[in-house]
């Protein structure tokens, strides 16, 4: 049973210092026994806090499944690191622990000569179906499912499928789903572990199998994949070929890693920056330089729109209005962002699509002006109030305030169209409408902004 209690950074190290001090003193039995009081997730942790020189002595003297568990939690370089130091035989046994989706994940972050280790421990069978899996595209349902599945005839009886299920159970992923098909491995139907227990033993799985099986096909989107598992509550997802003959499954803890990989993704991209690979505490001053300064070298070029407009006008207009720019920008990128920021969450979860474009339109133009309304008679009473009286800036008269409260006022309605527009463009264009986010919508309203403003003020004053 575990006695793991969210201990922080100093409470890891302790409990890393004692494993270490056991290993020094050769207390091994006693490591053992303080090893198996906690679950795999969080042994991870704790060697997170363990140093290298004894890294290798703990990992050894992890059972064969606690080391394949841990060994799946680590970061590539560990993972690198362990393959390394770890013999042929001991790399057999991890291996032989593991699903196959999960060797197929650690093989993707492997170089050459690791991966060729791996291949030359694994079974000639595994080593066929890595082969299989590692053919298709990386963000494909194909890429994220395993061969290890229970499977059935239409014609065997619940006593069959129970006595295969015990002598199988083991190296299977999951045994709460299985599935029935033909001679040719064309998906028939489903039967749960439940359905199997409640029914009487002689009855044939054709007469209890569910017909109705929602699949998908290898080379569909992952993340797709995914959000069906949001949709349905599914365990387990059928993946099948073409022919709808069953080639694998994918698992709700595979759809979870999609999700998670996605929302982290689209976070970076909303921040103007390129997605991380590994955690930032790992990740070195360059990776992070290199992801970063793309994004601001181009979102900065872009800027030069605005200087362009504020140096059109800057003659032409009261230099006083030039106070009030920083205010009127800010507002219009906050509201895009708004705007954006709720679409793009829609868009993922499934909850709009391109169809509803106009629906959308509409309710961003009311939410909009609504907005604006209110926004704009604040800038009003705020220009009144701070900088007029409190201030007594004689530049600032009531016709500078109403231009300022127009101006904002139509800011946040073209803001929050931008923000809804653009992620919808993205998607009619296949790409990804994260990208579409915060930095671009802040560069285009800047312009726009500026532009409007000073239309306004020009016609006012």
């Not at 239409?154 to 789903?177: F, G, M, N, S, W």
């Not at 929602?214 to 599914?234: L, R």
């Not at 900065?300 to 006083?320: G, Q, Y």
Request: hydrophobic share 50%; with cysteine.
């Amino acid at each position: 049973m575990s006695v793991f209690k969210e201990m922080d950074r100093d409470a890891l190290a302790a409990v890393a210092k004692e494993w270490e001090t056991a290993i020094a003193e050769r207390r091994y039995a006693d490591f053992r026994v303080e090893v198996s009081r906690y679950h795999e997730s969080e042994i991870a942790e704790i060697f997170e806090c363990i140093s290298e020189e004894y890294e290798s002595r703990a990992f050894r003297l992890l059972t064969k499944e606690q080391a394949a568990e841990v060994f799946l939690t680590f970061d590539p370089d560990r993972m690198e690191r362990i393959i390394s130091i770890v013999s042929d035989a001991e790399l057999a046994n991890m291996l032989e622990e593991m699903y196959l989706d999960d060797t197929v994940d650690i093989i993707e972050e492997m170089p050459a000569y690791v991966v060729k280790r791996i291949m030359r421990n694994s079974t000639k069978e595994d080593r066929a179906s890595l082969a299989r899996l590692l053919r298709y595209p990386k963000d494909s349902a194909g890429a994220i499912m395993t061969t290890e599945y229970v499977r059935f005839r239409p014609e065997q009886t619940v006593e069959d499928a129970l006595t295969h299920i015990r002598r199988v159970a083991i190296d299977k992923e999951t045994i709460y789903t299985a599935y029935v098909t033909d001679k040719e491995r064309h998906l028939l139907g489903i039967v749960t572990a439940k359905q199997l227990l409640i029914s009487p033993t002689d009855t044939l799985l054709a007469d209890i199998m569910e017909e109705h099986v929602i699949s998908v096909t290898t080379a569909e989107d992952k993340e797709a994949v995914a959000m069906k598992f949001d949709k349905y509550g599914f365990l387990a997802l059928p993946v099948v070929d073409a022919e709808n003959r069953l080639v694998g499954i994918v698992t709700v803890d595979d759809a979870m890693d999609v999700l998670r990989e996605e929302v982290e993704e689209d976070i970076a991209k909303m921040a103007g920056m390129s997605p991380a690979e590994v955690p930032y505490l790992k990740a070195s001053v360059r990776s992070l330089f290199l992801s970063r300064v793309p994004w601001l070298l181009l979102l900065m070029i872009s800027a030069t729109f605005s200087s362009t407009i504020l140096n059109f006008f800057e003659a032409a207009l009261p230099a006083v209005l030039v106070l009030f720019v920083p205010m009127l920008m800010d507002t219009g990128g906050n509201s895009g962002g708004q705007a954006s920021v709720t679409l793009i969450r829609g868009l993922s979860l499934g909850e709009v699509s391109g169809r509803d474009t106009l629906r959308i339109l509409y309710k961003e133009v009311c939410v909009g002006l609504l907005c604006g309304l209110a926004v704009g008679a604040a800038a009003f009473l705020k220009v009144m109030l701070i900088d007029h009286f409190l201030m007594a800036n004689p530049a600032v008269t009531v016709s500078v305030a109403l231009a300022v409260a127009l101006a904002m006022l139509v800011t946040v309605l073209i803001a929050k169209l931008i923000g809804c527009l653009l992620p919808l463009l993205a998607v009619r264009l296949h790409l990804d409408p994260a990208v579409m986010a915060s930095p671009f919508i802040t560069t285009i309203v800047d312009a726009l902004a500026l532009l409007m403003y000073f239309f306004i003020a020009s016609t006012l004053l």
